[in-house]
């Protein structure tokens, strides 16, 4: 079992970064591929970010390459979302999953454990 928690979130004009973090519980952190999804109000949840085990594998979604870095710290149980020149249509609740592989990263059904979700609001 994992458990994840997201923090970081908050309100920003657009230009600004933010870094989202996502703090896992289980001795299994490490062995697990991880993503980042994000919902807008009224639209489904989008694949954002994924990483694999051992940080050698990374995708993204076309809107966000080039503003966003995902990283993890197995040591510390952490994955990370470093969000840089955000939009306002970046404006979602961003969420962390477990235990995603890479050939399915951007598949909601190809994880097993999600946080609860963090609120970034961008701002014009």
């Known amino acids: 079992q994992v458990q994840l928690v997201e923090s970081g979130g908050g309100l920003v004009q657009a230009g600004d970064s933010l870094r989202l973090s996502c703090a896992a519980s289980?001795?299994?952190?490490?062995?697990?591929?991880m993503g980042w999804f994000r919902q807008a109000p009224g639209k489904e949840r989008d694949f954002v970010a994924f990483?694999?085990?051992?940080?050698?594998?990374?995708y993204y979604a076309d809107s966000v390459k080039g503003r966003f870095t995902i990283s993890r710290d197995n040591a510390k149980n952490t994955v990370y979302l470093q969000m840089n020149s955000l939009k306002p249509e970046d404006t979602a609740v961003y969420y962390c999953?477990?235990?995603?592989?890479?050939?399915?990263?951007?598949?909601?059904?190809?994880?097993?454990?999600w946080g609860q979700g963090t609120q970034v609001t961008v701002s014009s």
């Open positions: 990483i694999n085990w051992r940080s050698s594998i990374t």
């Open positions: 999953a477990a235990g995603g592989t890479s050939y399915a990263a951007m598949q909601e059904t190809n994880y097993d454990y």
């Open positions: 289980g001795r299994t952190f490490s062995s697990y591929g």
